[in-house]
């Protein structure tokens, strides 16, 4: 049975910092592409973040590059998502993803494309 399981996440102010963990068992998170999507009340779910499972190159949406870090822990068999310079558009619920695709670079953007899901964690960005 796979279960990711996200943590985390909390109430910070703006400019802030948090680090979000994914941690998986029965897949292993090095063979899949992975991804953070966030949902805001009343907004579809994005994806802000992914990390390939080929090489662990990363790749990042335009409303957090420069901002956000997606890291991979194979020993641990975990996914990070550091987010720096937080700001009030960031609140929302985070979710990690995970795709089972090995030796992919290929970086799939919609939330039906992905197999497996955690169950999220609330991130608010507030003053």
């Known amino acids: 049975q796979v279960q990711l399981v996200e943590s985390g996440g909390g109430l910070v102010q703006p400019g802030g910092s948090l680090r979000l963990s994914c941690a998986a068992s029965?897949?292993?998170?090095?063979?899949?592409?992975v991804a953070w999507f966030r949902q805001a009340p009343g907004k579809e779910r994005e994806g802000v973040s992914w990390?390939?499972?080929?090489?662990?190159?990363?790749n990042y949406a335009d409303s957090v590059k420069g901002r956000f870090t997606i890291s991979r822990d194979n020993a641990k068999n975990t996914v990070y998502l550091e987010m720096d310079s937080l700001g009030p558009e960031d609140t929302a619920v985070y979710y990690c993803?995970?795709?089972?695709?090995?030796?992919?670079?290929?970086?799939?953007?919609?939330?039906?494309?992905?197999?497996?899901w955690g169950q999220g964690t609330q991130v608010t960005v507030s003053s």
């Open positions: 990390v390939s499972s080929s090489d662990g190159s990363t």
């Open positions: 993803a995970a795709r089972p695709e090995p030796y992919s670079t290929t970086y799939y953007h919609h939330a039906h494309e992905y197999n497996y």
């Open positions: 029965g897949v292993t998170l090095r063979y899949c592409l």
